[in-house]
């Protein structure tokens, strides 16, 4: 079956460093993927999406590029504040699906 | 403005209580969803809607059982039956296609 993983936690950096968190995916059709963010205590948000091979998500500074020769969609940004201190989840939801899969989350702690 | 509205916010449960958790959403959205999240675990699909009077379990749905009466409304029981209720539980509602909206959360313990 369709499935996302994403690489293992916590990711510690200092501010202003870049960030990269990997993200792979195995789906029989054409995806969409996500990235979604969950800061403490709350629900998850959604922080990008892209849902052909090539198309780039953004937003708050961070990107992620559906990849469809490797089967990713890592998530970057290129200056990391206290403020993205979070956990993030990649998932993926088949074209025409009601049903979202998700990775087990990377925390991120980013240090002043 | 729109979204999803989870209450309460924090719940207890004594041993062998039935407790309901409410979810309710003005998002026009058809599809709802209710996830459990363990500490520093990832999500886990209990039940979901796609459409009023109809729903299907997810992979976790025993002890939980759901309604869905009304289009805005997919209210989760949490029944004696789950032995190990103490965790965040997330409602979500999406259209098709499009990601999920996701509720603040409710933290259900067992005292």
């Known amino acids: 079956g369709d499935s996302v993983t994403q690489m293992e936690g916590p990711v510690t950096l200092s501010e202003e460093a870049f960030l990269t968190i990997n993200c792979t995916y195995t789906?029989?059709?054409?995806?969409?993927l996500f990235w979604y963010v969950q800061y403490p205590g709350e629900g998850l948000q959604l922080l990008l999406k892209a849902t052909k091979a090539d198309d780039k998500g953004s937003n708050k500074g961070f990107e992620a590029t559906y990849r469809k020769e490797t089967t990713s969609f890592h998530l970057e940004k290129g200056s990391v504040q206290v403020s993205d201190s979070a956990v993030y989840f990649c998932?993926?939801?088949?074209?025409?699906?009601?049903?979202?899969?998700f990775g087990a989350g990377t925390r991120l702690f980013v240090k002043a | 403005d729109g979204g999803i509205t989870q209450s309460p916010k924090y719940l207890f449960r004594k041993e062998g209580q039935n407790v309901t958790l409410s979810c309710e959403q003005n998002?026009?959205?058809?599809?709802m969803y209710w996830y459990r999240q363990d500490p520093g675990q990832g999500l886990r699909l209990i039940y979901y809607s796609q459409i009023v009077n109809d729903f299907q379990k997810g992979d976790i749905a025993e002890g939980y059982s759901v309604s869905r009466e009304k289009k805005e409304s997919f209210p989760l029981t949490v029944t004696s039956a789950q032995k190990n209720p103490t965790a965040f539980y997330l409602c979500?509602?999406?259209?098709?296609?499009?990601?999920?909206?996701f509720g603040s959360g409710t933290r259900l313990t067992v005292v």
């Open positions: 998932a993926l939801r088949d074209p025409g699906g009601f049903k979202t899969i």
């Open positions: 998002l026009n959205h058809d599809a």
């Open positions: 789906a029989t059709g054409y995806p969409s």
């Open positions: 979500a509602s999406s259209t098709q296609g499009y990601g999920y909206t």
